[in-house]
């Protein structure tokens, strides 16, 4: 393309951008002066009218804050169709005064063509232009055709390639995750656009884009199926608060926040479970195994006493036999339901049978069916009773029962027979230890096998009393929003605000007292059951976590990724079909990402070479991109190992400049380490600082360095990388791929053999050579 024509083009596609942003402009101040006007109504003092004007603020704020979130990069591309038609697609949809459309939602149906178009299958489009802003202006345009015949002799000179993808992916990191609206590739695509329903499965190797990719589907299930998604939520699910950091901007750069972001540690309302713990103890807590001890320890707390128990109540002698207790718990036990739940039936028989005996003592005959009830009553009420009744079968919170059990030796060694002494011994712990990530899905079984308590029962039903109140006052709020939009006066709604509204009049009427976001009311509700759950690095749940996973969407529509190689947690998953024949059989289906995005050919045969030796079948996936700059490793004798670490710290930093760079370290030499190059290095931050996706230089060790990425890694002692894990080599994998430009690795002693593709830079890094 001649710089002549390049000028015309961008001229020519700078005229309709500034067309586009006129128009952004223009409905930015509408939504503006309809939040102004709406909020500037006095509030009229009655629920129809408040709830009314509320509503209406709600929905122009929402669609202010949307407009206003799609200013950077609002245009991006174009499709010049063969039929002579063409169109500009943005990130969200624009129509003129007169509902013409001037810019297409990537979402949309038709903007599918600019995604999957091939030359093979150009899908009726003759050229696909990408159109690079800088702000408002353009700075590039780069056109891929296909269809050649298709294409006009004039047309052929304004080509050019794959520009903008590679723009983005060779531009610095920000330590943030962005979206990659304008230049998704035609296999991403197809995951993305998928059916909702069932469960899809996305494998991929490392930096395929799965957690992109992933991202940008809850934006387009939550676009196309938005009344049965907007309700119920979709819930994302990551393996740490730091990559959770890493991503939180993509959903709302895509204009959606209704969007819950957790950990597995935090599935559990009012629990955060990040404290370390063993390997070991992360393995078994992860099993299946557990759920049968956890059934066992809640029958072990629903005692029988050895000895019958005298009582003294009101001056009178009663006795309660292990036989009267043992009865007393069939009953409840045959009634089926959970612990805290049966507990009244329980109660019931002990009461029946205390009561008995009260009556046989004075003599049936004088007491009438009043007087047994007041003597009912006394004994329930009665503190001796009460306190052994709360030994014998004590109400019960998930909370309060797990902290048990694992600080008892003797309930464990009870409860899990089967279990070896070493791995009941990796079990137990303090009674005030913090919660970790394995003992979410333990609470959240236990949680099930208590049942609610009393005091929970009786807050949900004062709940629905209330709740039933307000649907009948939201029924005739509604009838007042749709007289008045009738009379046209007031309400003047956009075609594409129409979904949005029924949507939130849907929402009106069926959370009449819903407090806070929809986010918080899930992340706040354990039985919350979410229209759509999306888990990143998957492979890390342990069939415990799925457990408590599949709890949580009981429709099955679910979004998996990730890369069963890159498996590190001792728990986690090792196939899926293992998983997923259990609790969704023939309603999964998988998808393969195959094109690695982010890590250059270069260090991509360092990590094929990891690969191998994790599993000599499999195949790495092939880079988009090479670098010209080769990995590189040094040895040192152990006793320099600290020198030569910092030494190459400050080089890389050096060669990244703006960049981001990572040191990985063994988790066994992380605090060591991390001291080391806290007291060396400036400008460090470490592991889960909420700063360390900020900072230039990151010390990390593998597990909190998971889907995340750098322009350079630098990798310290390997070795003890690949030995501080049962799935070390996995961890390597990991580490050896996290970077996008340079990669270096520094040893104490020989470099591990799977190393060697990386030039050897004997004692020295490459600064020195
Ligand atoms: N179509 C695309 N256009 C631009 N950038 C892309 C595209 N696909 C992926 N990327 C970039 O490639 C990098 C890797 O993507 P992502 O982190 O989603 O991969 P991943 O498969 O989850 O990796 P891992 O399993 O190693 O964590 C990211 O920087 C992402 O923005």
Redo the contacts with the bound molecule.
Sequence with gaps: MTESTIKHEIAEEQAQVSMLYDRLDVLRERAAADLKRVQGEERLGHDQGDSERDSFSTLYQGRHAQLSSVERGLVFGRVDNTDDTKFHIGRIGLFDDDYEPVLVDWRAPVAQSFYRATPADPMGVIRRRHIRLHQRTVVAVDDDLLDLEALSDPDRSTLTGEAA?LA??TSHRTGR??E?VA???AE?DVIIRSELPGVLVVQ?G????????ALHRAAYLLYTHREQLARRGVLVVGPNATFLRYIDQVLPSLGETDVVLSTVGELFPGVVGSAPESPLAARVKGSLEMVEVLARAVRDFQAVPAEPIALKVDNRELTLTPSIVRRARKRARDADEPHNRARRFFVKAILDALTDQVVDELGREFISDDDIADLRKELREDPVVRDLLRQLWPELTPQLFVTILLSSDSRLAAAAPDLSESERAALVRANDAPWTASDVALLDEAAELLGDLDSDVYARKQGAVNQAVGAEEHLDYIRGVIELESTAHRIVLMPWEVEQFTGMLAQWTTQTDAVGTLAERAAADRTWQFGHVIV??AQELSAMDWRLLMRRVPRRSMTL?G?IA?TGSAAGTRSWAEVLDRYAPRRWRTAE?SVN??TPAEIMAVAADVLAAIDPSATPPTSVRDTGVKPWSSSVPAASFGSALVAAVRSEQAEVGDGRLAVLVPSSRYAELTSLLASQVEGVAFGTHPGVLDSTIAVLDVGQA??L?FDSVLIADPSAIVASSVRGLSDLY?AV?RA?KRLGVVCPGPIPEMLTQTVQTGGMTPEDS
């Design positions: 993808l983005s992916l995750m962005n990659i230049t998704i590739q991403q991929g490392p930096g395929t884009g799965k957690t992109v990719v990143d690095e990724v890369d890159q990402l995005y982010r998971k889907g990425e990991v791929t996008t």
